[in-house]
């Protein structure tokens, strides 16, 4: 997980210019909060709001319910002071067959009924069926139980009740207009049948059949005017719809709309799914184990809360655009003058220490750019002064070491002409001294140290030929030199000296003389130069002290020490000289110097 968090979070964060990850500390310390408490406020309103809906809810069904219950107990008692009315039962129970008394008990009937229904306006109807074939139904109050009677929902109810009262839910009736007149259905609406066995004096022997039609707009009154940001149903025990709202959905199974999970409590709430959208629903059973239904579109109940969030959000929007649009000024003005710093300090590395800062504040910033500008002069001073001082001390050794080599040559040369002039009076003299003359021309050359190596060996061969002049017959030369090497420069003077030493040194045969070998190749990028004798060697401690830069100041040692010193000087320390000798085989002097000149 560390390894997955570093690779993947950490790491990318730190790869980042420091612009980006300012942009993103800033950014989420700002803006991460705004957003925490968007989100926050949203989701508080969004409980506080549910709790307080499931709690109206919850209160409008306990209130509905008890209203309803109070509704269906008047009824109950309508019905009881029929049921207790023993004239009623005798008028209704009575054998009619001889007698035209039943006109007493219709004239009776009808004042009562008519009674309850003026004082009853909420019943649509007053019915008794009964079976007493001696008393002729009026088809109004007094109607024959026949077989579609018996069948009816609520006969059915009311003959298992024992002489309780029973509500059942009755759907409205559309019979055609000739079914009216033939008197074989009535018109009516949906409606709840109050129905009732009457047995007063005896189980075993009912004297009808009770009915009062309630109808369902009444039941609905009680719910009406909380009906308008919810749904309510009054539910049957055994799930259909009594009353509600919309009338097409009456006596249909709830659950055929409301998807859910219905607790086996006589209350309780649920989330469920009604209209094909979420929905609370609050359930609250009466006695007779009716439901009153309370349903509420969650995203209605959300509403309040989206219109509230939607301009909580947009303020924290154009907040947050703001915040970014400060938080991104803010790191570009801060990163911005980073970023010169860090040109300065390129252009110093590079050594460019003519830099400018333009406008320096008093902050951190401008204080440091302001000291990277002046050690930036400063060092600008202290590199000329200190470059100016070693080139003046380079050329000072160098001029020093060219006049240490010249009077000592100069001295061994003229000892030449001074003996050939008193051993042999001899006009080679003459030649000696042209030789010379030239010698010091090139070797002066006004005052340069570097020559190509074409020169080199001009200077080279005028020396020869004043050796040759001296040790007569004795000097054998041979060049084997690249033409594609005379254009490269050298150091003035690094051949002489080796020559000079195979001349004063190497010769051990009077007669036979020395062979000189002046080799010069291209190798890669390196001239290599090697001055070659069969002279007599050195022994391996001569060579080993000759190689040793404390050797002693004897004037071959000094030669060697002073060429090497020239050449590491002007082209580097990866060059110089470098001796291979075998003692009674010869000598061989190796020189590198690179193609692109001194440093």
């Known amino acids: 997980m560390r390894r997955l968090l570093d690779r993947f979070l950490i790491r990318p964060f730190l790869d980042m210019r420091l612009r980006n990850k300012l942009f993103v500390a800033l950014g989420l310390v700002s803006v991460a909060p705004l957003l925490f408490f968007a989100v926050y406020s949203y989701e508080t309103m969004k409980k506080e709001l549910s709790r307080q809906m499931y709690a109206s809810m919850t209160t409008t069904t306990d209130q509905i319910g008890s209203n309803l219950k109070m509704k269906l107990d008047a009824y109950a008692k309508v019905s009881s002071s029929l049921y207790l009315d023993r004239r009623l039962r005798d008028f209704l129970s009575a054998d009619y067959t001889n007698s035209d008394a039943y006109i007493d008990g219709y004239d009776y009937i009808d004042g009562v009924f008519r009674s309850m229904l003026v004082t009853n306006s909420d019943i649509t109807s007053i019915s008794i069926y009964q079976d007493n074939f001696t008393l002729p139904p009026d088809q109004v109050f007094i109607r024959r139980t026949n077989d579609t009677v018996r069948q009816a929902p609520w006969y059915k109810a009311a003959s298992t009740a024992y002489g309780n009262v029973t509500f059942t839910p009755m759907a409205a009736t559309n019979p055609t207009d000739q079914q009216v007149t033939q008197g ?38 009680l719910m009406e005017k909380e009906n308008k940001n919810k749904d309510l149903f009054i539910v049957s025990d055994k799930g259909f719809i009594i009353s509600g709202r919309d009338k097409g959905k009456l006596n249909h199974q709830l659950s055929d709309y409301v998807k859910g999970s219905w607790g086996s409590g006589n209350t309780g709430t649920f989330l469920g799914e009604y209209d094909n959208e979420s929905v609370y629903v609050v359930y609250n059973t009466i006695e007779n184990g009716w439901k009153v239904v309370s349903i509420v579109s969650y995203d209605n109940l959300l509403s309040n809360v989206k219109l509230a969030f939607s301009r909580l959000f947009t303020l924290a929007s154009f907040s947050v655009v703001i915040a970014i649009i400060l938080i991104y000024i803010a790191a570009r003005m801060f990163t911005k003058r980073i970023e010169t710093l860090l040109q300065i300090t390129r252009r110093i590395e590079r050594e460019d220490f003519e830099v400018q800062a333009g406008s320096i504040s008093h ?110 017959g004795l000097l054998h030369m041979h060049y084997l030199v690249e033409d594609a ?85 002007t082209f580097g320390t990866d060059y110089g000289v470098h001796i291979h000798s075998r003692f009674g085989i010869g000598t061989t002097v190796q020189l590198r110097v690179p193609l692109s000149g001194p440093l």
């Open 184 to 221: 074989v259905q009535e018109r009516k609406p949906s409606r709840i049948v109050l129905a009732r066995l009457l047995d007063n004096d005896s189980l075993n022997y009912p004297y009808g059949v009770l009915t009062m039609d309630i109808p369902e707009n009444d039941l609905y009154a």
């Open 363 to 472: 902050d951190e910033i401008g204080r440091l750019m302001f000291a990277m500008t002046k050690m930036a002069r400063r060092m600008k001073a202290l590199i000329n002064e200190v470059y100016k001082k070693e080139i003046a001390k380079k050329e000072a050794e160098m001029n020093m070491l060219q006049a240490q080599i010249n009077p000592h040559f100069l001295y061994n040369t003229l000892a030449s002409i001074s003996a050939l002039a008193v051993r042999n009076h001899d006009d080679r003299i003459q030649a000696m001294v042209t030789h010379l003359a030239k010698f010091y021309r090139i070797s002066l050359n006004k005052g340069k140290t570097i020559v190509s190596l074409g020169e080199e060996l001009k200077l080279t061969n005028s020396y020869i030929m004043i050796q040759q002049l001296r040790f007569n």
């Open 485 to 569: 090497a005379l254009p490269y420069p050298v150091v003035k003077l690094v051949l002489q000296p080796f020559i000079e030493n195979a001349i004063n040194h190497a010769i051990w045969d009077d007669d036979a003389g020395i062979n000189i070998i002046i080799k010069a190749r291209v190798e890669e990028d390196t001239l290599i130069l090697e001055v070659i004798d069969d002279g007599m060697g050195m022994r391996p401690e001569t060579l080993e002290r000759l190689r040793r830069e404390d050797t002693g100041d004897s004037a071959s040692g000094y030669g060697i020490r002073n060429v090497d010193r020239r050449i590491k000087m």
